[in-house]
T-cell receptor
Framework: AQSVAQPEDQVNVAEGNPLTVKCTYS??????LFWYVQYPNRGLQFLLK??????LVKGSYGFEAEFNKSQTSFHLKKPSALVSDSALYFC????????????FGTGTRLTVIP | KAGVTQTPRYLIKTRGQQVTLSCSPI?????VSWYQQTPGQGLQFLFE???????NKGNFPGRFSGRQFSNSRSEMNVSTLELGDSALYLC?????????????FGPGTRLTVT
């Protein structure tokens, strides 16, 4: 069975500081990993994905994520947070041995303080 | 290119009624998935359609059904509505539904059951 954990419901960070949103996963086979962001009254927007290759993945809006197989983690990072980054962030996984639907974490609300 | 569109954006229904939600995927995308988002359960996969066939189904009762048309547009239907069906229903499309494909989400339909 596959699962995704986002251990922090809420992350607060000052504008201009680096931010990290944590994600760990559990799958039977090799994972495909995704990050999405949701703004109020909007659907989810794709940020980045890890399929294979370089463990550091760069995505939209200056976000990046590091895949760590030994720690089964895929943390989302940004060097300098903007107030406009405040939103709900979801980590998602696909298990290559299972069905191809996305399995989502519970989400982390990021608040960037001016 | 236009994004995923969903209609209607908001619905209020009474228990026992049935409802149909519509989704138009990004042009050229052949895979359409549906998700239910609630504060308590988070994002849960309902089903996926590809080339007018249901390819994958989540763990929801038979009251939830869907279909896909030859132009890839999709509808989902919920019969005999219950209070617990109140949720944001999100449609997502991808090019071919491969494991490596990211999904692009619509803004959702917010269903309220009274």
């Amino acid at each position: 069975a596959q699962s995704v954990a986002q251990p922090e419901d809420q992350v607060n960070v000052a504008e201009g500081n680096p931010l990290t949103v944590k994600c760990t996963y559990s799958v039977s086979g090799n994972p495909y990993l995704f990050w999405y962001v949701q703004y109020p009254n909007r659907g989810l927007q794709f940020l980045l994905k890890y399929i294979t290759g370089d463990n550091l993945v760069k995505g939209s809006y200056g976000f990046e994520a590091e895949f760590n197989k030994s720690q089964t983690s895929f943390h989302l990072k940004k060097p300098s947070a903007l107030v406009s980054d405040s939103a709900l962030y979801f980590c998602a996984v696909r298990d290559l041995t299972g069905a191809n639907n996305l399995f989502f974490g519970t989400g982390t609300r990021l608040t960037v303080i001016p | 290119k236009a994004g995923v569109t969903q209609t209607p954006r908001y619905l209020i229904k009474t228990r026992g009624q049935q409802v149909t939600l519509s989704c138009s995927p990004i042009s050229g995308h052949r895979s359409v998935s549906w998700y239910q988002q609630t504060p308590g359960q988070g994002l849960q996969f309902l089903f996926e359609y590809f080339s007018e066939t249901q390819r994958n189904k989540g763990n929801f009762p038979g009251r939830f059904s869907g279909r896909q048309f030859s132009n890839s547009r999709s509808e989902m239907n919920v019969s005999t509505l219950e209070l617990g069906d109140s949720a944001l229903y999100l449609c997502a499309s991808s090019l071919a539904g491969y494991f490596s494909d990211e999904q692009y989400f619509g803004p959702g339909t917010r269903l309220t059951v009274t």
